[in-house]
Nanobody, 122 residues
């Protein structure tokens, strides 16, 4: 069974940094991609960063240049380095892992961690 466990959240002042980690219970290369989402108004989730199996990274416009997603294959862990944090970055951050089961009909498995709170405040 796939489990994702996030850590590293907390309270930080504006301009500060935090590093989130997501430890997977299986080989992270069994996923097509791993991502970090954060909670948005209306309890939806928006993707802030993603890394594909091939290592391609993508970022939301709001965090580009400030956040960096990376992975440690030996530890089956994905990290999100967050620098120059702003109050609007305050949210619950979730780790996501996706497996594409069929390219024909788009069937996929999505796995989620429990979330970790990030609060940016003075």
């Amino acid at each position: 069974q796939v489990q994702l466990v996030e850590s590293g959240g907390g309270l930080v002042q504006p301009g500060g940094s935090l590093r989130l980690s997501c430890a997977a219970s299986v080989d992270i290369f069994s996923f097509n991609a791993m991502s970090w989402y954060r909670r948005a108004p209306g309890n939806s989730r928006i993707q802030v960063a993603a890394i594909s199996r091939a290592g391609t990274t993508t970022y939301a416009a709001s965090v580009k240049g400030r956040f960096t997603i990376s992975r440690d294959s030996a530890e089956n862990t994905v990290h999100l380095q967050m620098n120059s944090l702003k109050p609007e970055d305050t949210s619950v951050y979730y780790c996501n892992a996706q497996q594409i089961l069929s390219l024909v009909d788009g069937t996929k498995n999505d796995f989620w961690g429990q979330g970790t709170q990030v609060t940016v405040s003075s």
